[in-house]
């Protein structure tokens, strides 16, 4: 074990700067050996600061400084000292300017965090703490400065210089080096900070805001990237109109910067006008992208430009408050995404990411609140808690105020705090002040973590003519926090008839939210218990709940099969509608499951194969909803709701229960096939990836008939695709079939696409995630493959993020060599990367919900981590939290 354990820090030992920072200038020397790093900052106290005679402490990890002067007189040693990550110099003026040199050697830069190298380009990531890794600074958010930043570097090498805000400069200097500077006019932190220095191709448009100013938008890749820049940039420019039309939010620069790095921790950067974007988040195009590709890179495209006003204007006053960004940025980028394609499909599609990942979070050993009040090490905190969940968050105040009324407190937000570096708290109380509705006990949604439950139950009375709900709220206890007090849930309601969906009128109209057509309400459900009584209902009906998944609970209703049925077939809320089929589709399984375990046979219930009969045959439903309808739940969301895990066990009862259904259903799932075969022109629009996505659910359940006949098809589909969806899919299917085919076809798919590193990540993944054993073995010989390399976070998701997260039978194999697997990569990932480490480490911390035999392996494997001398703080706190 370390001897010294990293410290916790807490939102509740806030305070305010003692130290502002007027401006600051950089100037980099960017050099092959080393690069110099020159930074003058006007500094001086904080008149809201507790101390006015406090030293000056600055942050810095790993630097070598060079020189350190005060109003241009240099310091001697004795005058400063460093501890850890703070430097500190006492007797400071009232006001001063700060010069100071440090050497950095960015090409050994292996934590992709500071100015590092990727693919002979110097770039920089400093969220959230990296600025640090630059220069000694105040780095954290609150602390807002102008910055002019100047580059110096070989012209040849570097012929391309960025930074934020507006080229001032530019000269060519002697020896073939060239210099820019850059100066950004809207004061920011240090974590928005950016640079990026290399040889660059450029694709080139434009944006006319509404005002009519208009905006030069670029595009920076490799040379060979520049035909795949087409989909980031209509995103980008659909993102910029959309924010305009929707939140009233104009560009405020004149220039927009977006460059690709092949090695980067997470998707993107939303760095003040320079976002910095993995590659694969920007590059897309038919033959080597996705149509889920696609729809990622319009995803984060957005995403980050949002961030302009959400998180850049308006920051966050220190890391507790992160999901005051991000919450609210994934809010606006998932109503955008559903704005330019299929809102259900959307809906389904996020629900789905927050009931696995994030329902598992807050079960597991790392649960925190959306505003967590502790941390380790910050890194750890991108979360899906933070993300997902804090946009869910939102998107509840969305539902509680409406349209309108949402839409005047981002107004207010947004000019009130202006320039600002604000909390969660802010951001409710500009809501509640535009709203004047009272968002008091909703509050505990930023301090509460767990998934709330609801226990709801129904009653018809004949005689009244009533149907009265029952609502029961709990919530379990996590880390830290035993006690909740009842959370304030919008319970979006219908009530559904035979011939559809009745009116609705409450008896006791305690303050709920209507639909114009009154045949949806939404509840206030604010106590433990609760009652809602609705009047004049003529028949009994089929109560549907949590519309549009109103809000991110768990929600129990003892529904009847024949209840779930009319749901499935009649439901007008999209999500309820596919959410009935995924909890008949749960209960087929969990009697698959008792079936496998008594020795028989698994068959579907005859109604619920009829219903998927007639799915097949409906032309007028959506055919993403189709297909969506038609997938089982996955085994991520099973290993949610069934306890103790047992991961072989439900996926043999899923793999069984797909079978039957293949059988029960081949001649429509070949019609069906058939019918969405298409030869028009690629384009990843709503309808074309809807049809996609059928067909090639169609052919997945084809495939496990394991017949000549449906092999061929896969082969076909492979072979003849002029897309990566349908070549990718057909790919999968064949590698996890009998198919002598698929080393053929793996092989060819590697000769053809060798020189594109985002299609070799996806083979890589296709065998990381193949179903069949010995699985692992194939893994560890794809790690000494030419195309590997261990450095790059893409590779390293591909390979082994894909085998240990999404691969639940083979790295839950039996004897523990999955678990030993995960846990050697971790331990050498640790030196290199700690932020790719902690996050790769996530599956094993969940031990706790398997059988006893896999718990046990899994332990050791986390102590054996926990052993090494030489934690990062990253992985201390995921492995020590997980053990605790
Ligand atoms: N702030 C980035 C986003 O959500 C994510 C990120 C965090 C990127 C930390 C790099 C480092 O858009
Ligand atoms: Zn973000």
New binding site residues.
Partial sequence: MRDAQPSTIFLSDYSVPDFLIDSTTLRFELGEASSLVCSVLALRRNPDAASQDAPLQLHGTELELVSLSIDGRQLDDSEWSQSGEQLSIANVPASFSLCCETRLRPQDNTSLEGLYKSSGMFCT?C??E?FRKITYYLDRPDVMSVFTVEIIADQSRYPVLLSNGNLIETESLADGIHKTVWHDPFPKPAYLFALVAGKLAVVEDQFLTTSGRSVDLKIYVDEKDLDKCDHAMLSLKNAMRWDEDVYGREYDLDIFNIVAVDD???????NKSLNIFNTSCVLAKQETTTDAGFQRVEG?VA??YF?NWS?NRVTCRDWFQLSL??GF?VFRDSEFSSDMGSPTVKRVEDVTLLRTAQFAEDAGPMAHPIRPDSFIEI?NF?TVTI?EKGSEVVRMIHTLLGPELFRKGSDLYFDRHDGQAVTCEDFVLAMEDASGIDLKQFRHWYSQAGTPRLHVSGTYDEQAQTYTLVVKQSCPSTPGQTEKAPFHIPLAVALIGEAGQLALQLTDAAANIESPDNTELVLNVTEPEQRFVFANIKEEPVPSLLRGFSAPVKLDFDYSGAQLLRLMRSDSDGFCRWDASQQLGLVEIKRAITALAAGQQVSPDSEYVSACRELLANTSLDAAMVALMLQLPSEAYLAEIIHPVDVHGIHHAREALRKALATALSDEFSACYSRCESDEAYAPDAAQIARRSLKNTALSYLMLLDDAQSIALAVRQYESSSNMTDRLAALTYLVNSTAAYKAEALLRFYQQWQHEPLVINQWFQVQAMCRLPGTLEVVQGLMSHPAFDIRNPNKVRALIGAFCGQNGVNFHREDGAGYRFLADQVLLLNRSNPQIASRLLVPLTKWRKYLPSAQQLMCSELQRVLADPELSSDVYEVVSKSLQ
Avoid at 264 to 270: L, S, T, V, Y
Wanted: glycine share 14%.
């Fill in positions: 990531q969220e959230a990296g980067f921790n997470m998707g993107a950067m939303e984060v995403h980050e961030h998180g960004k991000e940025t890194s991108y993300y």
